[in-house]
């Protein structure tokens, strides 16, 4: 079995969330535009009941540049 070691990223964004699901998508796409691609986004979930702890596992299932930790 071979294991590869990850690459630490370059830039890490850590951005708070509760109840911001309005804006949320609109700021995690608009970091993910950006021209440097050697990023994470870790984003803290602090118990949020508008849908937006959905929202953040089904983008995070997609993308591994997207952690979501829960509060």
């Known amino acids: 079995m071979i294991v590869r070691k990850q690459a630490v990223p370059r ?3 850590v951005m708070p969330n509760h109840n911001c699901l309005n804006y949320l998508p ?3 796409h608009s970091i ?3 021209h440097l ?3 994470e986004i870790i984003i803290v979930d602090d118990g949020s009941t508008d849908g937006s702890g959905l929202w953040l596992a089904s983008v995070a ?7 979501v930790l829960k509060t």
């Open 11 to 13: 830039v890490s964004v």
């Open 26 to 28: 609109l700021a995690v």
């Open 32 to 34: 993910l535009k950006q």
């Open 37 to 39: 691609q050697d990023v």
């Open 61 to 67: 299932r997609g993308d591994p540049r997207i952690r």
